[in-house]
């Protein structure tokens, strides 16, 4: 697991992590570990769930109104759970306590989810307002690290 690796300081040029980081119960303690593996300037791309997904939203003032405990986050509903979600936002507070920054960020408007007959409407929605499913962002190592 990620948790138990171990490698030397500035040893790669770029670090991949699809479907991972929402798993992981310390996603920030990873993100820092992670970061002094990389060379200065390297770079660590991420893909995860995001926090500003249209279709939960939705989901979500569905279950509100209908006086629902339910929320539509939980994805998958089976193992390997998600632990989290993410925004740009979120990783913007965190660059400023670690040594990275955004080089890149975009969202990944995916299903909705929803009768197909919204769908045009929707994705297009999420696509202008970035609240696609899923948030693809490349933090980059601050040189002077």
């Not at 209908?66 to 998600?82: A, F, I, T, W």
């Not at 913007?92 to 975009?106: G, L, P, T, V």
Request: hydrophobic share 40%; glycine share 2%; aromatic share 16%.
């Amino acid at each position: 697991m990620i948790e138990d690796c171990d490698f030397e300081e500035n040893t790669f040029d770029v670090i991949l992590f699809t479907a991972v980081l929402e798993h992981l119960y310390e996603p920030a303690a990873i993100i820092e570990k992670v970061m002094t593996w990389l060379k200065p300037n390297g770079l660590l791309f991420i893909e995860v769930p995001s926090s500003d997904w249209l279709t939960n939203k939705i989901y979500n003032f569905i279950y509100r109104i209908q006086g629902k405990d339910y929320v539509g986050n939980l994805s998958p509903m089976h193992e390997p759970y998600h632990l989290y979600e993410f925004s740009k936002r979120a990783f913007e507070i965190h660059a400023k306590e670690s040594n990275y920054e955004i080089a890149d960020c975009q969202y990944y408007v995916c299903q909705t989810f929803l009768p197909k007959i919204f769908d045009p409407f929707l994705k297009w929605y999420m696509k202008k307002t970035k609240k696609g499913m899923e948030l693809a962002i490349w933090l980059r190592k601050k040189h002077n690290a």
